[in-house]
């Protein structure tokens, strides 16, 4: 088991010095362990207005949204309640009335 810690862009666990820097031999990235900062609580997703979203919060859809196999749009001011945050390029999950289990972006959404 190596003593330096995985890379933090492909978690390669064979990380090795070169100087004051890391270096992952699989992606080439370099990076200093003395600068990386440890993230906790999952993903940090933040709304349209830049506002910090955390789980269990409401929000409200800012703009018509197209779904799929549906012929109506879910609308603006459609309130959302009890979001859940995931990673991803929709990274939030909930129910919406009328329309089920839903994954959204952060970015058509203000927190209410």
Partial sequence: MSEFPPCPECQSPYAYPSDSL???PECAHEWNPAELVVEEGG???VDSNGNALENGDTVVV???LPVKGSPQPIKAGTKVKNIRLVEGDH???CKIDGFGSMALKSEFVKKA
Avoid: A, E, R, T
């Fill in 22 to 24: 890391l270096i992952c």
């Fill in 43 to 45: 993903p940090k997703v």
């Fill in 62 to 64: 800012i703009k018509n």
């Fill in 91 to 93: 990274n939030i999950d």
